[in-house]
Nanobody, 130 residues
Framework: QVQLVESGGGLVQAGGSLRLSCAASGRTVSNYAYAVGWFRRGPGKEREYVAGISWSGGSTYYADSVKGRFTISRGDAKNTVSLQMNNLKSEDTGVYYC?????????????????????WGQGTQVTVAS
């Protein structure tokens, strides 16, 4: 079993920045090739797969809506993943969740299917005021 804890959310003005962090413990996320992804659910919207990163950190995925503004990165210990969010827009408002892939087979690749993620954190609220 893996436990995920997100942090770093808050209220920011449009055009501002936030940095979210995801800390994983429990299942050996750091020792096996689990990918980590960031998802969000905005008010009245479906969950959106925002960004993902391979175990190695060398491969990433971004939704078109955040390309060029968000950057996902993974710490050397492999059990922490950050999401740097710049030039935030009101449509970025939502609860942000991190998740771990269901299979430990993502050393160099990143899941492009949200269904490939199985373990979820409790989420952190991001509110962008326009």
């Amino acid at each position: 079993q893996v436990q995920l804890v997100e942090s770093g959310g808050g209220l920011v003005q449009a055009g501002g920045s936030l940095r979210l962090s995801c800390a994983a413990s429990g299942r050996t996320v750091s020792n096996y090739a689990y990918a980590v992804g960031w998802f969000r659910r905005g008010p009245g919207k479906e969950r959106e797969y925002v960004a993902g990163i391979s175990w190695s950190g060398g491969s990433t995925y971004y939704a078109d809506s955040v390309k060029g503004r968000f950057t996902i990165s993974r710490g050397d210990a492999k059990n922490t993943v950050s999401l740097q969010m710049n030039n935030l827009k009101s449509e970025d408002t939502g609860v942000y969740y991190c998740a771990v892939s269901s299979r430990a087979s993502y050393y160099y690749t990143v899941p492009d299917n949200p269904a490939d993620f199985a373990s979820w954190g409790q989420g952190t609220q991001v509110t962008v005021a326009s």
